[in-house]
T-cell receptor, first 114, second 112 residues
């Protein structure tokens, strides 16, 4: 099964708060887990990504936590800002020949209140 | 801007017409992907090129859809005999490494 399940569907946080988005996958062949940010009318932009050999990766205010045994990973946005208001997608991919076909979650619409 | 570009950005067509979209990847990227995104959903993989070779196609890519990348640079996606269910955002992505895919702004297709 190629599905990636993402929650919550929508999230509202206050400025300065922590935003947490969760994803779960089923296919144990997945070995690359990126997060994308998408603003209305724009294409998805790569935010941060992780491989299963590490449990956490941090870039600025964005952190991915990865739990291989539970087949779950999450995005934490620290000190959330109104400019972070966007739709966030988790994704996963695994080797398929030389391709990296991304399977996306259904998205989380984040609203950060000023 | 040296990112992925897509043209046109918007296309409105009548049911039954053919449409063609173009994607220009980042210049040094040899891998190119097409995805389709419907409202409120994540992108779904359609097809993948490495250089000019089309290496993978999703079962979502019916026989009305065809994609080409003739010289290993830009790519086109054609939809023949469009249906209302084809209305979506068509996204192109490119990559140099096998992992990091960079997306263009998309072409929004509306079939009336």
């Amino acid at each position: 099964q190629q599905q990636v399940k993402q929650s919550p569907q929508s999230l509202i946080v206050q400025k300065g708060g922590i935003s947490i988005i969760n994803c779960a996958y089923e296919n144990t062949a997945f070995d690359y887990f990126p997060w994308y940010q998408q603003f209305p009318g724009k294409g998805p932009a790569l935010l941060i990504a992780i491989r299963p050999d590490v449990s956490e990766k941090k870039e600025g205010r964005f952190t991915i936590s990865f739990n291989k045994s539970a087949k779950q990973f999450s995005l934490h946005i620290m000190d959330s800002q109104p400019g972070d208001s966007a739709t966030y997608f988790c994704a996963a991919s695994g080797s398929s020949g030389s391709a990296r076909q991304l399977t996306f979650g259904s998205g989380t619409q984040l609203t950060v209140l000023p | 801007d040296t990112g992925v570009s897509q043209n046109p950005r918007h296309k409105i067509t009548k049911r039954g017409q053919n449409v063609t979209f173009r994607c220009d990847p980042i210049s040094e990227h040899n891998r190119l992907y097409w995805y389709r995104q419907t409202l409120g959903q994540g992108p779904e993989f359609l097809t993948y090129f490495q250089n000019e070779a089309q290496l993978e196609k999703s079962r979502l890519l019916s026989d009305r859809f065809s994609a080409e990348r003739p010289k290993g640079s830009f790519s086109t996606l054609e939809i023949q005999r469009t249906e209302q269910g084809d209305s979506a955002m068509y996204l192109c992505a490119s990559s140099f490494s096998v992992d990091e895919q960079y997306f263009g702004p998309g072409t929004r297709l509306t079939v009336t």
